[in-house]
């Protein structure tokens, strides 16, 4: 049976002995996610620790569906107040790694932690020197030995039937992208001043966007970070419920019918459509 448990992280190791005073009591957070406490472990500390100690930006980077992960960690980073930014797999080894600056730290986020472009990225990343964060669900992939440190997000399988659409993987990913956050928000002192400012109004307009009725996979997971800052476990469960329902991953005609200008149900007949390989 699945049932919510809550995860604390307690400040240890160097963390407790910050001469800042930057200590956390506890973190909580709820995932109706079984085995993802060993998760938070003695590298998820240290992450937390070179983030604190960065005196750039935290550019967060991926391919597929882990890219898109990637922005959602970005926004909630942004949101709670330790600077992030996006930077696309693909793009970044076509000229975007301009943006990343001597002090930024990356963290690139792959359940392979094989894909040629993340390949790629990584040999430039560590000729830059950057300290490099991989979130990985592979611990034996070139993106988990290159990391400084490692955020295992290991799955068994995936919930789509064919074990092959990312869905169980891109849950763990945002848990731990939340987690992250959520951690380093608490321990900053004092808490970003805007907090009670901004969080009303993300609060109103999601709400008033799934009362419409046209509510979407983000509008019920960004109620799910809201319950999780509240501390509020109901709320959290069903949010929880709710985004996983609306997770949909939509079939993508190849690219000679969208030369051709063929719709994807004539693309069907013909039959050349089917989904996307995923990419992560």
């Known amino acids: 049976m699945v049932t919510f448990f809550a995860i ?22 709820w995932f109706r996610t079984p085995h993802l406490e060993p998760l938070l472990d003695g590298q998820f500390e240290a992450a937390v620790e070179k983030i604190l100690d960065c005196k750039g930006r935290v550019v967060i980077s991926g391919i597929g569906k882990s890219a898109i992960v990637g922005q959602k960690i970005v926004a909630t980073m942004n949101s709670t107040g330790t600077p992030a930014i996006f930077m696309h797999a693909a793009d970044a080894i076509h000229g975007d790694l301009g943006m990343v600056q001597e002090q930024d730290l990356v963290m690139i986020i792959s359940k392979s932690g094989q ?11 560590r000729n830059f020197g950057n300290t490099l964060i991989g979130m990985v669900g592979n611990l034996q992939s070139v993106l988990a030995k290159q990391a400084d440190i490692v955020l295992n997000t290991t799955v ?7 074990n092959l659409a990312p869905t169980s993987s891109t849950t763990v990913q945002m848990v731990m992208g939340d ?11 004092p808490p970003d001043p805007r907090r009670e400012e901004i969080l009303p109004v993300v609060r109103y307009a999601v709400e008033r966007k799934i009362a419409a009725g046209k509510p979407d996979y983000w509008d019920y997971a960004t109620r799910l970070e809201l319950a999780v800052l509240a ?11 709710d985004a996983v329902a609306n997770v949909g991953f939509a079939a993508v005609p190849p690219q000679w019918a969208v030369n051709k200008q063929t719709t994807p149900v004539e ?10 390989s995923p990419t992560r």
């Open 8 to 29: 604390r992280f307690l400040p240890t190791g160097k963390m407790h002995q910050r001469p800042e005073g930057r200590q956390p009591s506890f973190v909580r957070m």
């Open 115 to 125: 894909s040629p472009e993340v390949k790629m990225l990584l040999s430039f990343i």
């Open 156 to 162: 068994s399988q995936e919930a789509c039937l064919n």
């Open 179 to 189: 987690a992250l956050a959520v951690t380093l928000m608490e321990i900053k002192e």
């Open 231 to 241: 501390k509020d476990e109901d709320k959290a469960s069903q949010a929880l419920s």
């Open 267 to 276: 693309a069907k007949k013909e039959g050349h459509m089917g989904l996307r």
